[in-house]
Every structure is written in C-alpha cells, then in structure tokens.
C-alpha cells in the first residue's frame, strides 16, 4: 500500500508559479512511479505527467511544468510555473508499481485526494 497526501495548492495570478508537493508513505517510495494528473469541473481526468526512471510530460505542460522526486524525503513535486487560467484544476498525485509511468489514470492503483489549483486572468 502507498499513501499518498498532497499540498500546495492554492490562488495564483496568470503567469505566476506554484509548487505541489507528495507526500508517499508505505511502500517503498523508490520502487513506484509518481504520476500527476489534473480534473477541471465537467472535464475528465488530464495528465499532465510522470516521473519514474525517466520524465514525461503532457504537450500542454511541455516546458512549463517540472516534476521531481526526493527519495529521501518520500516526496514528489510538481513545479508549475507560468500558469494559465486553463490550468485551473483539481490537482492528483498517483503512484504505480515499476520505473515507468503511464499517461492512462486506470494505469494508476494509488491516488492523493486532490489539491486545487486556481489561476485568475
């Protein structure tokens, strides 16, 4: 089992930048891949990207967002920086057995509980 609890969320300015952070406990955190994913109000769940033995990223997030992992620590972050309002979301961490990732969110067995992101224009 890996427990999964994320932060960092909140209310930015368009062009402003945000960190998320993961918190992974339970199973060993080096042996899983950390995905991210986004849910806007009526939208289905978007990836946005994964970070196991390599880095993938969505092209809506291509050079903007950066994904990183502390081992040391059990945590993941997602840095967000020049943000749109089309960002706005429910942000989700996810972890999947293995070194690589998934864009696919059935791909993923644990899940955060989400923290929101808001970008005003």
């Known amino acids: 089992q890996v427990h999964l609890v994320e932060s960092g969320g909140g209310l930015v300015q368009a062009g402003g930048s945000l960190r998320l952070s993961c918190v992974a406990s339970?199973?060993?955190?080096?042996?899983?891949?950390m995905g991210w994913f986004r849910q806007a109000p009526g939208q289905e769940r978007e990836f946005v990207g994964w970070?196991?033995?390599?880095?993938y990223y969505a092209n809506s997030v291509k050079g903007r967002f950066t994904i990183s992992r502390d081992s040391a620590e059990n945590t993941g972050y997602l840095q967000m920086n020049s943000l749109k309002p089309e960002d706005k979301a429910v942000y989700y961490c996810?972890?999947?057995?293995?070194?690589?990732?998934?864009?696919?969110?059935?791909?993923?067995?644990?899940w955060g509980q989400g923290t929101q992101v808001t970008v005003s224009s």
């Open positions: 970070s196991g033995r390599s880095t």
């Open positions: 996810a972890a999947r057995e293995g070194p690589y990732g998934s864009s696919r969110f059935e791909d993923y067995v644990y």
């Open positions: 339970g199973r060993t955190f080096r042996s899983t891949c």
